[in-house]
C-alpha cells in the first residue's frame, strides 16, 4: 500500500485486494507495478498519442489503480469542499452519482473519502462510465 494521505486506509486496503482478485499478485510487487507505473507517467506526458489506444495492458492498468488512482482521489475533494461551504451538496439520500470518464474510479473514491471524512454517512449509488472496461 501507498498510504495516501487524504484516502482512508480502508479503502486503498480495498483497492489491493480488488487489484490481485482481478489482476492476480504478481502484478502488484514492486519489480513488476515500478516500471508499469514509469510506462503510465511517460504515457500521460511525452507519448499522450496513445492515451486513446487503450488502456497498455494488465500491468499498466494494476499501475493505474494501485499507484495514480489513490494518488488522484484526494483531488477532488477541493471542490466538493467549495460545494459543501455554499450547501451545494445534495441532501438527498441515497446521494446519485454518475462518475462520467471514470477510468479506474478515481474521484469517485476522492468522493467517498470525503463524504467519510467530512461526517457526511450517506448511502452511494455510483454509475461509473468509462470507454475502458477493463478499468472499470
Same mark, same amino acid.
Given at each position: 500500500?501507498?498510504?495516501?494521505?487524504?484516502?482512508?486506509?480502508?479503502?486503498?486496503?480495498?483497492?489491493?485486494?480488488?487489484?490481485?482478485?482481478?489482476?492476480?499478485?504478481? @502484478?502488484? @510487487?514492486?519489480? /513488476?507495478?515500478?516500471?508499469?507505473?514509469?510506462a503510465?507517467?511517460?504515457?500521460? $506526458? /511525452?507519448e499522450?498519442?496513445?492515451?486513446?489506444?487503450?488502456?497498455?495492458?494488465?500491468?499498466? *492498468?494494476a499501475?493505474?489503480l *494501485?499507484?495514480?488512482?489513490?494518488?488522484?482521489?484526494?483531488?477532488?475533494?477541493?471542490?466538493?469542499?467549495? *460545494?459543501?461551504?455554499?450547501?451545494? *451538496?445534495?441532501?438527498? @439520500?441515497?446521494? @446519485?452519482?454518475?462518475?462520467?470518464?471514470a477510468? $479506474?474510479?478515481?474521484?469517485?473514491?476522492?468522493?467517498?473519502?470525503?463524504?467519510?471524512?467530512?461526517?457526511?454517512?450517506?448511502?452511494?449509488?455510483? /454509475?461509473a462510465?468509462?470507454?475502458?472496461?477493463?478499468a472499470?
Amino acid at each position: 500500500m501507498l498510504n495516501v494521505p487524504g484516502l482512508p486506509a480502508d479503502l486503498e486496503e480495498a483497492l489491493w485486494r480488488a487489484a490481485e482478485a482481478r489482476l492476480g499478485a504478481g @502484478r502488484l @510487487r514492486a519489480r /513488476t507495478l515500478a516500471p508499469a507505473i514509469a510506462a503510465v507517467s511517460r504515457r500521460y $506526458t /511525452t507519448e499522450r498519442e496513445g492515451l486513446g489506444a487503450g488502456g497498455g495492458g494488465a500491468d499498466q *492498468l494494476a499501475a493505474r489503480l *494501485l499507484f495514480f488512482g489513490p494518488s488522484d482521489a484526494p483531488k477532488v475533494q477541493v471542490p466538493l469542499g467549495e *460545494l459543501a461551504a455554499a450547501g451545494a *451538496l445534495p441532501a438527498a @439520500r441515497p446521494l @446519485r452519482v454518475l462518475d462520467v470518464g471514470a477510468g $479506474t474510479g478515481a474521484m469517485s473514491l476522492g468522493l467517498l473519502a470525503y463524504l467519510r471524512g467530512a461526517g457526511i454517512v450517506a448511502e452511494v449509488a455510483l /454509475t461509473a462510465l468509462d470507454g475502458d472496461g477493463a478499468a472499470l
